[in-house]
């Protein structure tokens, strides 16, 4: 078989991580989710991913993208006919595992990305990738007028590599062309980001966070009126979705927040309400 070489960025090499976590977890027999896609793209992707194998920080992508994955199914529920613009979608295929039938979405990242992209998604009337930096507002103007409310914006893993000034004008964006919209969001607090360089995964890839976040509270005070809805760490997630899990994962997270590790403490996964 012909693999493809991808020819990516730095930062944009970060999508491997969780692409490669979903492959691995979907050989399971007891999994945290099923992505047999994601498993068929690794295996025709030329990269050495063995340099993945084993991290710890592979389950806590897993754990993260089930808690987004439940977000977005919950938005769906109470607005079937909503719109889903996944900011920064790597090779993420969250569309095969929670379409409704009938929501709209965009997947957006940058060009090399969405060059890959392609050759492993197409576009359909309900799904459109661009190619842009979610920082140009060109992004907003095409999914505004291809579409209506409501918003869930998901930013899995995208805004802890961009620098505050522009995690700010992804707000003002947001908030500005989609108000009332939500936004879900993952932040790297102090411990988390001091640490970066010693990160089983981020240590592995040259790419670098560059914006921490000690309180998803003080997101409000950007736009007032902005609300959090909820906010989690890995060891504090919903009851009901640590319910699903397999047992063993049910334990592990249990085991991990008696730990209460400084680090994994700092990283929250938001879900914000804009005003
Ligand atoms: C760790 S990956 C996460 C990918 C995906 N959200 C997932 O969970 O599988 C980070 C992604 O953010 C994208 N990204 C980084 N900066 C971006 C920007 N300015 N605009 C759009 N996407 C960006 C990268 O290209 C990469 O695909």
């Known amino acids: 078989m012909n693999r493809e070489k991808p020819h990516l960025g730095t930062v944009q090499e970060t999508l491997l991580i969780p692409l490669y976590a979903r492959a ?10 099923r992505d ?19 991290l710890p920080s592979l389950t806590g992508s897993l754990l993260r993208t089930r808690l987004f994955d439940r977000w977005v199914s919950e938005f769906l529920s109470a607005h079937p006919g909503g719109t889903v613009v996944e900011i920064g979608t790597g090779l993420n295929t969250r569309y095969e595992r929670v379409d409704n039938g009938s929501a709209r979405w965009f997947e957006l990242d940058l060009p090399d990305v969405i060059e890959l992209r392609g050759k492993f998604f197409t576009d359909s009337p309900r799904r459109t990738m661009i190619a842009a930096s979610v920082t140009e ?13 409501p918003y869930l914006f998901v930013a899995e893993a995208v805004l802890p590599y961009l620098h505050e000034p522009e995690v700010r004008q992804v707000f003002a964006l947001l908030a500005d062309r989609f108000s009332g919209s939500l936004l879900a969001l993952d932040t790297a607090g102090p411990g988390f980001f001091d640490t970066q360089e010693q990160h089983d995964a981020l240590s592995k890839v040259e790419a670098r966070m560059n914006w921490y976040c000690p309180d998803p509270a003080h997101l409000a005070d950007w736009h007032p009126g902005t609300e959090v809805v909820a906010s989690h760490t890995l060891t504090s997630l919903p009851g009901p979705l640590l ?14 927040t008696e730990q209460r590790l400084p680090q994994a403490e700092g990283y929250r996964l938001s879900l914000l309400s804009l005003p």
């Open 243 to 256: 319910a699903e899990l397999p047992l063993a994962y049910q334990q592990m997270v249990s085991a991990l």
């Open 24 to 33: 691995v977890e979907n050989r399971k027999e007891q999994a945290l989710l």
């Open 137 to 149: 507002d060109t992004w907003a103007a095409e999914v505004a007028s291809h579409s209506s409310g």
């Open 36 to 54: 047999t896609r994601a498993e068929e793209i690794v295996a025709s992707i030329d990269y050495d991913f063995g340099r993945f194998d084993e």
